[in-house]
């Protein structure tokens, strides 16, 4: 059985409801995690029989009762939205002015709320050009999971590998302009053993990043790529319906 894992992003998509319920409809498979727009996780939830819910964001604060955070959803919101796993960190995100320290707090929160976070890091061109791949994304990883170990024994058992980290170059973001199979599995490799250093097992890493049908098998037959973040791709039935034959 495949262990493989699909995320689908859906980003700020579709429009409506209308459109979002069929294809929300075509991605129901086994391993496959839908991360529609927030105002669509509940209804999308309902006709979901084999995939998980997604968010794409979360607060990194969870009063118990909630709080005074204007435009903010917290963990405990999502999860009685039906929400799961919560994607952290997106490099849209990061663009928009979101810090390795409010991704490390957000998969803190994330983890102690019981989503399953899945942290995406990646180099920017310049920093690729630079050669300096390896150093930006070891700063990502060693603060955006400098919190995580806080809450890592105890109730996080090792086994059950409750943490998801997304590989994604920022340049081959919606570009068409995929990594290549082999330098994507080289960095993936990299994050596994960086990883070692701040969490009790070892993650499951996804490569992200202009991944369609076409493509996908080419990252997905090593065994250390455990699956792909997609964006673009994942908002067309067709597209949809040949990836989840991989699964
Ligand atoms: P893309 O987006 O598949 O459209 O490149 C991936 C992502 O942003 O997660």
């Not at 435009?71 to 999860?79: D, I, K, M, N, P």
Request: hydrophobic share 40%.
């Amino acid at each position: 059985m495949s262990t493989k894992l699909l995320v689908f992003n859906w980003k700020m998509n579709p429009v409506g409801l209308k459109e979002a319920l069929p294809l929300a409809k075509i991605s129901d498979y086994k391993n496959t995690v839908i991360a529609p727009p927030f105002p669509f996780l509940r209804e999308v939830g309902k006709v979901l029989k084999k995939s998980k819910l997604a968010a794409q964001d979360l607060f990194w604060e969870n009063p118990p009762a909630g709080g005074a955070y204007t435009g903010e959803v917290s963990a405990s919101e999502l999860r009685g939205a039906g929400v799961s796993y919560v994607i952290v960190g997106h490099s849209e995100r990061r663009s928009l002015g979101e810090t390795d320290e409010i991704i490390a707090k957000k998969a803190k929160t994330a983890l102690a709320s019981n989503l399953i976070p899945i942290i995406c890091v990646g180099e920017s061109l310049n920093e690729k050009k630079a050669g300096k791949k390896e150093e930006v994304i070891s700063r990502q990883l060693r603060i955006g999971l400098s919190l995580v170990g806080q809450i890592a024994d105890g109730r996080i058992k090792a086994k059950s590998r409750p943490l998801i980290i997304a590989y994604e170059p920022v340049w081959a973001i919606g570009t068409g302009d995929p990594e290549t199979p082999e330098s994507a599995l080289e960095i993936i490799r990299f994050i596994k053993a960086s990883a070692k250093s701040y969490l009790p097992y070892i993650p499951k890493v996804l490569y992200g990043g202009s991944v369609n049908s076409k493509n996908l098998g080419n990252y997905i037959k090593y065994k250390e790529i455990d699956g792909s973040l997609v964006g673009g791709a994942s908002l067309n039935k067709k597209e949809v319906s040949r990836m989840i034959k991989y699964l």
